[in-house]
């Protein structure tokens, strides 16, 4: 009996933590073609399609999983939130709560790794973009055109321009934090996975930096420019007034507005409030604690007897956790 249960709660587990597996990629992908079929379809983009072709669509359906990706990539991080979740919620047990309070790591790692794939395949679109700009150029739609000309240079478009340097930098980043973050290296060189960690700053920097170059930009006059004006040959809409009444305008363009970024700062903003929480808390003279005595256990497990240097008697309660620094483990982090 003993054993039929606990194949059925390994099994409910099982199937719990795939079903939301499946519903998280799920909603990715919803939300990668909505902004791919935006792209695709939506005639304020016409022209913009027409020199990057599918090019487009998929740098621009990848950013929004990105976008949200990078806002809860480092919520699992945020202990003093997560230690909050578990005391204001915990006594009901909720299902999800804990499934995200038991696997914080493993949501991190995947959520790491998402970033990362979806993050190569942002770039790969950029790189084909930007030999479009190139191979496509139209003097007619010049405003447009990220490249200056046919003879433009696909590194300058790369590495001196705001949009191109900020992705290089974003992608070496992720692939460092990737690399230092492998069992081998975590292991080996801890002190390194931990300084490449904090580069996620500087990532995230990149990213408020990434748009301004403006490259994505919609047609503001489709009324008296719409799609297919500049299918009409030039002598047949001379001698034909209802085409002249319609396509009386060269098309014009404007950049979108940058919103994006929202999302990936309020990620960041919980982050920092939680790590200036969390300094304030362990830098204080309450909760100081004198180790008293230490031992190692059976099974790889610490004893440890500790007691508060300044406060004779504090409340203890679940979720909460004491800060220790293994030189021989780290000299920067403490656990």
């Not at 090019?55 to 806002?71: E, Q």
């Not at 304030?280 to 005595?293: C, I, N």
Request: aromatic letters at 14%; glycine letters at 6%; hydrophobic letters at 45%.
């Amino acid at each position: 009996m003993e054993s039929t249960g606990k194949v059925y709660h390994a099994t409910r587990n099982f199937m719990f933590k795939y079903f939301l597996a499946f519903v998280w990629i799920g909603f990715n992908f919803v939300v990668f073609c909505k902004a791919f079929s935006n792209y695709h379809h939506e005639p304020e983009y016409y022209y913009l399609s027409k020199i990057l072709g599918n090019g487009l669509c998929v740098s621009r359906g990848t950013a929004p999983v990105l976008n949200l990706t990078m806002a809860l990539i480092t919520l699992p991080m945020c202990r003093s939130l997560n230690v909050a979740l578990n005391g204001a919620f915990g006594r009901w047990s909720v299902r999800v709560l804990v499934f995200y309070l038991e696997k914080i790591k493993v949501l991190h790692l995947a959520l790491g790794a998402g970033l990362i794939i979806v993050g190569v395949i942002h770039s790969i679109a950029h790189f084909v973009n930007i030999h479009n700009f190139i191979e496509n150029y139209d003097e007619k739609l010049d405003s447009i055109n990220w490249a200056s000309g046919e003879d433009d240079s696909r590194l300058r478009l790369l590495l001196a321009t705001p949009t191109g340097f900020s992705g290089c930098v974003m992608l070496t980043t992720l692939l460092a934090i990737a690399y230092f973050s492998s069992r081998q290296m975590r292991d080996r060189f801890y002190n390194s996975f931990f300084a490449a960690h904090h580069l996620f700053l500087l990532f995230y920097g990149m990213m408020f930096y990434h748009p301004l170059s403006n490259i994505i930009k919609y047609q503001t006059n489709l009324k008296t420019h719409p799609n297919g004006c500049d299918m009409v040959d030039e002598a047949v809409l001379r001698n034909d007034t209802v085409l002249q009444a319609i396509c009386n305008e060269e098309p014009t363009f404007g950049a979108g507005g940058k919103i994006a970024w929202i999302w990936p700062l309020i990620g960041l903003s919980v982050y920092l409030l939680d790590v200036t929480c969390r300094y304030l808390t362990t830098h204080s003279s309450s909760r100081k604690v004198a180790t008293l005595q230490s031992h190692v256990l059976p099974g790889k497990g610490i004893y440890l007897r500790l007691r508060f240097t300044r406060t004779k008697r504090v409340p203890v309660s679940a979720g909460q956790y004491v800060l220790l620094q293994c030189p021989a483990i780290s000299t920067l982090e403490w656990h």
